[in-house]
């Protein structure tokens, strides 16, 4: 019912409450407050005025800043560069005294009057529409409508959990800076057993993300109960959500900025991924061709013969933390040992373990570790890249002597150099220094400057006194040692 309505409804309603008894005017009231939706109170001062409300109260309260002021308004907010109401208020005064002496802006004395008395709340219902339409829509961030679809997930809801529940996460090959296009590792980690799988993307795409997934899911022992994210977009988005949905696995998430939430995932990415492919920069198609076969062979010889330790309880006494870990097992012994795994899984993984061999893996491993030092590192000789598996394994008794083994992680030769960036100062006369020194070996960097400042007025500063201290005192160290190795052996 609109404004009108009620006040006619109210001018007819006024004559019979006047007129009846006490309980027909209760009943009167009643059936308005039902109809108009007033507050009971508001709707008794109605029925008792002797004069029914004119219908411009009912339209609203009458209109104070007209089409004038609001022109104006519009074109000291696009002046202002479209800035709040709040801080358009503040400015106004000197806005409009500044544009009306440069000639920008002509006002008349009751608009200007009204223009300056309006207040920031006035400001902002005046601009309202006018702002929606240059602004657009409000636009929310997407991912905090879909980030309230997915559970959150702490450390502590990580206790006595099934196999099949994984963590997942990212880790970027940019090589210390994040400016154009680089590789990333879509890492996953199984938190009952730390069975760990690995892929590359190009791109950190959601598409991707979800092929990814795909992949690794085919290559599990296990079937794909749950995901654990954290709150990255590439994540926490309508494709992700839909195939968990879809393929029925539960989808969690950790806490913004708490990293311990997925404390199994965040420990792999340094002890797998940062291990076996280092922190070099990697990019286009055949550097992540070169990392997916690496990862093929990581994850058999990773989840099947690299032992790791689970942390069982750990608690504080005093300002130390205590804690409790089991015995060292690789994933697949953890899997055949859980006994809520099937038996046929179980099967299925001692026989692929008893076909694997693990100095073959090892020898795979280091050939892509030579490729992608090759890629990242151009101009590097590596002998990996060559090497057998027999000339591999000849090899190993003695591969601790050239101490890191990995390619991707050595260190490139440093050039010897000279420290020297500026010219000799002293080059013209060092013969003349020199024969000083014969006369007077004992004699100091700073007398000998003093000499050469008598001897050539205006030509050095006292600045390079240190220069020719440290210059005498090289000379002198290699005058020592040529005496030392000159000198005949005593019989």
Request: charged share 30%.
């Amino acid at each position: 019912m609109d404004r009108r309505a009620k006040v006619e409804l109210v001018e007819v309603l006024r004559d019979r409450y006047v007129a009846s008894e006490r309980q027909a005017k209760s009943r009167i009231l009643d059936e308005l407050v039902q109809i108009t939706g007033y507050h009971r109170k508001y709707a008794l001062r109605l029925l008792r005025e002797n004069r029914p409300p004119s219908v411009a109260a009912a339209q609203g309260r009458k209109r104070i800043y007209g089409d004038a002021v609001k022109e104006a308004l519009i074109v000291l907010w696009e002046a202002s560069d479209r800035i709040c109401g709040k801080r358009l208020k503040a400015i106004l005064p000197e806005l409009v005294r500044s544009l009306e002496n440069h000639e920008h802006l002509r006002l008349d004395v009751h608009v200007r009057e009204l223009l300056l008395a309006v207040s920031a709340a006035s400001i902002d219902r005046l601009l309202k529409d006018i702002r929606s339409k240059a602004n657009g829509r409000s636009r929310r961030r997407p991912i905090r409508k879909v980030r309230s679809q997915v559970l959150v997930k702490t450390f502590a809801d990580w206790e006595n959990v099934e196999p099949g529940h994984l963590e997942i996460d990212f880790v970027a090959h940019c090589g210390g800076t994040l400016v154009g296009s680089f590789i990333h590792s879509f890492v996953i980690t199984d938190v009952a057993s730390g069975w760990t799988e690995a892929t590359p993307l190009l791109a950190r795409e959601q598409s991707l993300v979800v092929e990814g997934l795909d992949v690794m899911r085919g290559q599990l022992p296990m079937p794909l109960l749950g995901i654990n994210s954290d709150n990255d977009s590439a994540f926490i988005n309508e494709s992700l959500i839909t195939y968990c949905t879809e393929q029925k696995i539960v989808f969690t998430r950790s806490r913004p900025y708490r990293k311990n939430d997925q404390a199994w995932i965040e420990q792999k990415n340094g002890a797998v991924i940062r291990r076996f492919v280092g922190y070099a920069r990697y990019s286009g198609p055949v550097a992540g061709q070169t990392i997916a076969n690496l990862y093929q062979n990581l994850r058999l010889y990773l989840n099947y013969f690299q032992p790791s330790f689970k942390l069982l309880s750990k608690h504080h006494e005093g300002s130390k933390v205590k804690k409790s870990y089991a015995k060292p097992a690789t994933p697949c012994d953890r899997l055949i040992a859980d006994p809520r795994v099937q038996s046929k899984l179980k099967e299925a993984l001692m026989a692929t373990r008893a076909k694997l061999d693990p100095m073959a893996l090892l020898h795979n491993l280091r050939m892509a570790q030579s490729a992608l030092a090759s890629l990242a590192f151009p101009g590097t000789v590596n002998d990996e890249q060559e090497r057998e598996l027999d000339q591999f394994l000849a090899q190993l008794p003695r591969l601790w002597e050239q101490g890191e083994v990995r390619p991707t992680h050595r260190q490139s030769p440093t050039k010897e150099r000279d420290y020297r960036t500026r010219k000799d100062p002293f080059a013209g006369v060092w013969s003349e220094i020199l024969s000083w020194l014969e006369k007077e070996p004992d004699a100091t960097g700073q007398s000998l400057f003093a000499r050469l400042q008598e001897a050539h007025p205006g030509k050095f500063t006292d600045g390079q006194v240190r220069t020719l201290q440290r210059r005498v005192r090289k000379w002198r160290h290699i005058m020592a040692k040529q005496l030392i190795y000159n000198t005949p052996t005593a019989t």
